[in-house]
């Protein structure tokens, strides 16, 4: 077993975003407590940082002078942790999503934790001691709060200065280049400019107007530019959405197969197509019926790389 294995629920990866996501917006610091990180080193950053605002810093407005103040009082391995984060942060916009994965798992730990005051409250209401239903209620209520986000942001003039002066500069720097993963339509690629990171989008139209054929040729396009994506079915399984794949990159109705009319140039392509499909790096998956379960699943994706996540469709998800 690795040693990993028997430490407690964490995710130092999501620390890190979230802590990075902090630098960049400070009001999340209102939502944030000790009790939420598993790494030390987190800790130490956000005590730092909890620190700063207290002083009333005037750094702690201006992402690139917050980055620079927290590098010169943390010692340099555990900037080093923030430094990486902040460079492979996508966006700022998504830090709800890492502090629910923090949450997840500090909630865990506490459950853990409860493990032997749950027996002693079992052991005491077997005597008729019914006051330890109170201790554990609250107990429940209070790991179910932790990491509750109902802090209401707000930003002065030069944090989104900042903000946007970066985007200026980064479209003025790349220019007509995508930032986004191409989705395979030139049109929509301009309109988008790509589907960006945290970005939630949704493909609406009338039943039978081709709305799934199409997610599925934006997925294929994405997996066949080297982006890893998750295509979360609740209508198809597995092997329909590859034969649709297949009939999409071949060109090919594969009914032609069912009514023997198929041509050797048919199956030429077809082959290809299979081929070509064989190594992109798309993953499918039709079990995930529950919001929950499609949530767990996304967030395992994300975990091992996915820069995409494609939902088919939206208003089959039970609760």
């Known amino acids: 077993m690795d040693q990993t294995d028997k430490l407690p629920p964490h995710d130092p990866k999501a620390e890190g975003f979230l802590l ?6 400070p009001s999340i610091l209102d939502t944030l407590e000790p009790e939420l990180f598993y790494m030390t080193t987190s800790r130490t950053i956000l005590e730092a940082m909890e620190r700063f605002r207290i002083e009333r810093r005037p750094s702690v407005d201006v992402p690139e002078q917050f980055e620079h103040d927290l590098f010169l009082a943390l010692p340099g391995v ?43 409250a079992a052991a005491q209401l077997a005597t008729g001691d019914r006051s330890v239903i109170q201790g554990v209620t609250k107990s429940l209520n209070d790991i179910s709060n932790l990491g509750s986000s109902n802090t209401v942001e707000i ?18 720097e790349h220019g007509n280049v995508l930032r986004g993963i191409p989705t395979g339509f030139c049109k929509l690629n301009n309109f988008t400019n790509g589907l960006l990171p945290t970005k939630f989008y949704v493909v609406a139209g009338r039943p039978g107007k081709g709305k799934s054929a199409l997610i599925a040729q934006i997925a294929h396009h994405a997996a066949a530019s080297d982006y890893p994506v998750l295509f979360v079915s609740l209508e198809m399984n597995g092997d329909e959405i590859y034969d649709r794949l297949v009939s999409i990159v071949s060109h090919v109705n594969l009914r032609k197969f069912q009514d023997q009319t198929a041509t050797e140039e048919d199956f030429r392509n077809v082959a290809a197509a299979r ?11 039709h079990s995930a019926l529950r919001l929950g379960d ?4 996304s967030e395992k994706a994300i975990r091992d790389g996915a820069k995409l996540i494609v939902l088919d469709y939206i208003q089959k998800v039970a609760m």
């Open 78 to 120: 555990v900037f080093e942790q923030l430094s990486h984060a902040l460079n492979d942060l996508p966006s700022a916009s998504g830090w709800n999503y890492w502090l629910g994965i923090v949450a997840d798992h500090a909630q865990a730990r506490k459950l853990i934790q409860m493990e032997v005051d749950l027996k002693s």
């Open 155 to 172: 930003s002065n003039m030069r944090s989104l200065d900042e903000i946007s002066s970066s985007r200026l500069e980064d479209a003025w």
């Open 20 to 25: 990075a996501c902090v630098v960049h917006r």
């Open 275 to 285: 081929a070509a499909l064989r190594s992109i790096r798309l993953q499918i998956t």
């Open 294 to 297: 499609i949530l767990a699943v």
